[in-house]
């Protein structure tokens, strides 16, 4: 498993947000110009937020983007599962992958099963309120 950079910068924006958070709207240039980020590059990953109903935005002046929820209703799993296409430690356990003409007799499926349920339930119990910042300065972390 290796987590893009989309998915990296998904985190960011969503931390971001959070630590910015207000009534108002948040432009996607502040955001992009906070994390160092290209505002082209943020859009596609805004857009696919958006979509998938974690973010609201709203068109024209005052217009921007913002959390739907408390950050602490969403988890780092949550997050990633939406920009990732696995987050499994190996092909044969993907969601969509063709039966392994070895698995009754794989010695090692079971070691790469653990660590699959290891990393989901660690992602799932990370949520975006726990790798907020204290100071909440929102651009002096690395992810």
Same mark, same amino acid.
């Given at each position: 498993?290796?987590?893009?950079?989309?998915?990296?910068?998904?985190?960011?924006?969503?931390?971001?947000?959070?630590?910015?958070?207000?009534?108002?709207?948040?432009?996607?240039?502040?955001? &992009?110009?906070?994390?160092?980020?290209?505002?082209?590059?943020?859009? #596609?990953?805004?857009?696919?937020?958006? @979509? &998938?109903?974690?973010?609201?935005?709203?068109?024209?002046?005052?217009?921007?983007?913002?959390?739907? @929820? #408390?950050?602490?209703?969403?988890?780092?799993?949550?997050?990633?599962?939406?920009?990732?296409?696995?987050?499994?430690?190996?092909?044969?356990?993907?969601?969509?992958?063709?039966?392994?003409?070895?698995?009754?007799?794989?010695?090692?499926?079971?070691?790469?099963?653990?660590?699959? @349920?290891?990393?989901?339930?660690?992602?799932?119990?990370?949520?975006?309120?726990?790798?907020?910042?204290?100071?909440?300065?929102?651009?002096?972390?690395?992810?």
């Amino acid at each position: 498993m290796l987590i893009s950079t989309k998915g990296r910068y998904a985190l960011r924006v969503m931390i971001d947000l959070a630590e910015h958070r207000s009534d108002d709207f948040v432009a996607l240039k502040e955001v &992009a110009d906070r994390q160092g980020i290209s505002e082209k590059y943020l859009e #596609s990953i805004i857009r696919m937020l958006v @979509k &998938a109903k974690v973010l609201e935005s709203l068109r024209g002046k005052g217009g921007g983007y913002r959390l739907k @929820k #408390s950050p602490d209703e969403y988890t780092a799993g949550s997050i990633l599962r939406l920009t990732e296409d696995s987050l499994a430690p190996v092909s044969c356990l993907e969601e969509d992958a063709d039966r392994c003409p070895r698995m009754t007799q794989c010695r090692t499926r079971a070691l790469w099963q653990g660590l699959d @349920k290891v990393i989901n339930e660690y992602l799932d119990n990370v949520t975006v309120a726990d790798l907020m910042g204290d100071d909440v300065a929102g651009d002096d972390y690395v992810i």
